[in-house]
C-alpha cells in the first residue's frame, strides 16, 4: 500500500492542488495531520478538496482556533489575522467541520498521526530532545508529525536516537527516498503543503510505501505569485505573502 500523507496545507489551494496532480494515481489512501486553514487565502477550497479525500484526518492548532475551539492568546498579530480572517470567510458547515476534527495521535493504516507532538498536539517538535519522548510512548514503527512546517524528523534505533535530514530532490527529481530499518522507530515529518519553512518554497508532503519499506519526501514546485495576489486581494498582512516564495 502507498498512503499519502499531508500536512499544514493552511488554505493554499494552488499548492495543494499542484500537490495532488504530481502524484496522481501514485498512491492508495490519504491521511492529513491538520492545519488545513490559518495563512492562506483559500479556506473553503482546502476544506472542500482534503475533507473527501482522506481516510484520516486531525486538528491543527489552526483549525481549533478558526473554529473558536482555542483561544489566541499565543498567536502573534500576523498569525492571529491570519485566523480572523478565515473564521469570518468560512462556510457554516466548514465551519462545523474543523470543530469536529479528532484531536492526535490516532492510529490509521499501520501509522500513527500527531499534529505537534505525540504527547501534546501543541506542542513544536524541532530537536532530539523534544522527540525522545513521544518516540517512547508511540506504539508504532512511523510516527507523522506536522506544525514546524520542515521535513525531516528523528529516529531511535540499537537505544540511540539520530536526527534525520532530508536532502530536497534535485535535476528534475519530485522526491527524496528514506528507507526504513526494521526495528527502528520514526517520528517524521512530511513538511507544509501550504507553508513550507525549511527554506525550500516547493509544496511538501510524503509518501509511505509499505512494499518497498520506504518514505518518499516530495517537494512540487506551484504558482507562488497566485497566491499571493489572492492575499494581497484579502488585504492580509504582507508577511504572509513574502514568507511563501522565501519558505521561512
Known amino acids: 500500500m502507498r498512503r499519502l500523507v499531508l500536512s499544514d496545507v493552511h488554505a493554499n489551494a494552488s499548492a495543494l492542488t499542484a500537490a495532488l496532480a504530481a502524484c496522481r494515481g501514485l498512491w492508495d489512501r490519504a ?3 491538520g ?3 490559518g495563512y492562506g487565502p483559500d479556506p473553503n477550497e482546502v476544506i472542500d478538496q482534503v475533507r473527501p479525500l482522506v481516510a484520516a484526518i486531525i486538528r491543527g492548532n489552526h483549525d481549533k482556533a478558526v473554529s473558536g475551539m482555542a483561544d489566541l492568546e499565543e498567536f502573534n498579530p500576523v498569525a492571529r489575522s491570519a485566523v480572523e480572517w478565515p473564521r469570518a470567510q468560512l462556510r457554516a458547515e466548514n465551519l462545523q467541520s474543523l470543530a469536529e476534527l479528532p484531536a492526535g495521535p490516532i492510529h490509521a493504516d499501520g501509522l500513527t498521526l500527531v499534529h505537534g507532538a505525540f504527547q501534546d498536539e501543541d506542542e513544536y517538535v524541532f530537536v532530539p530532545e523534544q522527540a525522545i519522548e513521544g518516540l517512547l510512548m508511540t506504539p508504532g514503527t512511523l510516527t507523522f508529525f506536522g506544525h514546524t512546517h520542515m521535513q525531516g524528523g528523528f529516529v531511535f534505533r540499537d537505544s540511540e536516537l539520530d536526527t534525520i535530514a ?4 534535485r535535476d528534475g527529481a519530485l522526491f527524496s527516498a528514506l528507507p526504513i530499518e526494521t526495528g527502528a522507530r520514526y517520528l517524521l515529518n512530511p513538511g507544509s503543503i501550504g507553508q513550507p519553512r ?3 518554497a516547493r509544496a511538501a508532503f510524503a509518501i509511505v510505501d509499505s512494499n518497498e519499506s520506504l518514505v ?3 517537494r512540487v514546485p506551484y504558482d507562488i505569485a497566485a497566491v499571493q495576489e ?3 486581494r484579502a488585504r492580509l498582512p504582507e508577511t504572509l505573502a513574502a514568507r511563501l516564495a522565501s519558505g521561512h
Do not use: K, N, Y
Open 166 to 169: 532530508i536532502r530536497p530532490p
Open 230 to 232: 489572492r492575499l494581497r
Open 216 to 218: 518518499e519526501f516530495w
Open 198 to 200: 525549511d527554506g525550500d
Open 31 to 33: 491521511v492529513c495531520l
Open 35 to 37: 492545519d488545513l486553514v
